[in-house]
């Protein structure tokens, strides 16, 4: 049952980026909201991102990223740094090409200057990686986890992936959370949100790190989280210049990156606040002041989906770590289904692929009865990329011998 249960877990990761690409990296999420209204937003039949156009069925530009690794586990059995980043570059060298693809694909930031470094430099395979902590890797880790689960070398082999494409301490250790969350509820057969907090209470075996532990007593704790999100309630509530539309995103950024930085794996919120305004501009700093003078206790809705989306707001929408990382683990402990997970998801909004990756994936790892809701998502995908993939999943499955045991 585990061997099957990774199977589903590593398809419906990929899969659910394409249900989710219609709706792909729409920030306001009441825009979401008026176009599906009560339907669902899962294979929305429009495509309507505003920065690329594709064809329905098709893989956003962060599932697209994630086929060539695929490939290459497939291929040689294991992950081989260099294969694996060679057949990256492959991809993605082809992938704005309308007449190899039948649309032209938009690259994200680490891949055109991957193809920059490789390209322009002569850089080696090792010297590619590009300085990002957005989700390449968090996205990708289900792939390093149904190949290696249950190996002692998961850890390394997590590190080494992510490595392959960014220079980002912040990225391996979120991947490296996901990789011990995903294999605990394969293993364990827990809920993604009892696994959530059960693996904080096993921090001392399974070797959290200090920030790792950071991260999972803050999404367990109402009391955190409401504190954060009565500040970002106060700070969204001071009028914004009217140049100025990206402000409250600026700063709230910038209290997260000190709330959730590695230097200070225990930061308070007001440690992480006064850190913020050191680096702020006076203007930024005098809102800030104004946002901490406003604070009232954050408010609680009836509403479950609403409440979802007030908090998501609050932790931040962009794929940015560790705004994808905090959100997606938020979906994880309020929903209780794949279907919930990735619908909330997508209403959630902004950079919804990378997260659907994240958040389907555990719940496919927990549920023996997704079969049919993944059967139905194949039937919605093109063949063209899905026929090659479900092939590689059962490759990479079959090439892990402790699912077999």
């Known amino acids: 049952m585990t061997s099957l249960r990774t199977a589903n877990f590593l398809k419906a990761s990929i899969l659910a980026d394409a249900a989710t690409m219609p ?3 729409i920030y306001n999420q009441a825009d979401i909201t008026a176009k599906v209204g009560a339907s669902s937003g899962i294979f929305f039949e429009t495509p309507s991102c505003p920065f690329y156009s594709y064809p329905s069925g098709v893989l956003s530009p962060y599932g697209a990223e994630a086929v060539p690794f695929f490939r290459s ?3 040689t059995g294991a992950f081989d740094f260099n294969h694996a980043a060679e057949a990256y570059y492959n991809a993605m060298k082809t992938y704005p090409d309308a007449a190899a693809n039948g649309y032209a694909g938009r690259l994200n930031h680490v891949p055109k200057v991957f193809l920059e470094n490789r390209d322009n430099e002569g850089k080696a395979w090792a010297d590619c990686h590009v300085d990002d902590s957005q989700a390449q890797g968090i996205s ?3 792939l390093i986890v149904a190949r290696y689960a249950g190996h002692p070398d998961l850890v390394q082999q997590v590190t080494r992936m992510v490595d392959a494409l960014q220079i980002s301490p912040i990225s391996i250790e979120s991947s490296v959370l996901l990789a011990k969350l995903f294999e605990r509820i394969l293993f364990k057969h827990e809920s993604p949100s009892a696994a959530i907090s059960s693996l904080l209470e096993d921090a001392d075996r399974v070797q959290l790190t200090a920030w790792q532990r950071h991260v999972l007593t803050f999404i367990t704790s109402d009391a955190l989280i409401g504190d954060f999100v009565s500040f970002a309630q106060a700070l969204n509530n001071i009028p914004a210049a009217a140049d100025d539309a990206w402000r409250n995103m600026r700063i709230n950024g910038k209290v997260l990156q000190h709330y959730f930085s590695l230097a200070h794996p225990d ?3 007001s440690e992480a606040l006064d850190r913020a305004k050191a680096e702020l501009s006076a203007s930024d700093r005098d809102v800030v002041s104004q946002a901490v003078d406003a604070r009232v206790s954050a408010e609680t809705l009836s509403d479950k989906l609403d409440q979802i989306l007030l908090v998501t707001r609050s932790l931040g929408l962009s794929c940015v770590l560790p705004s994808a990382l905090l959100t997606s683990l938020y979906i994880l402990r309020e929903s209780s289904s794949l279907t919930e997970a990735v619908e909330r998801n997508i209403r959630v909004g902004g950079d919804n692929c990378s997260r659907a990756m994240v958040v389907a994936a555990a719940f496919a790892a927990y549920d023996d009865n997704v079969g ?8 919605k995908v093109q063949e063209s ?3 090659p993939v479900s092939e590689y999943v059962s490759k990479i499955v079959a090439d892990n011998a402790s699912l077999q045991k």
């Open 385 to 387: 990329w899905w026929k």
């Open 372 to 379: 049919d809701v993944l059967a139905d998502w194949e039937s």
């Open 140 to 142: 990708k880790v289900a």
């Open 73 to 75: 586990v497939a291929e």
């Open 267 to 269: 930061a308070t919120l």
């Open 23 to 25: 709706l792909h990296w």
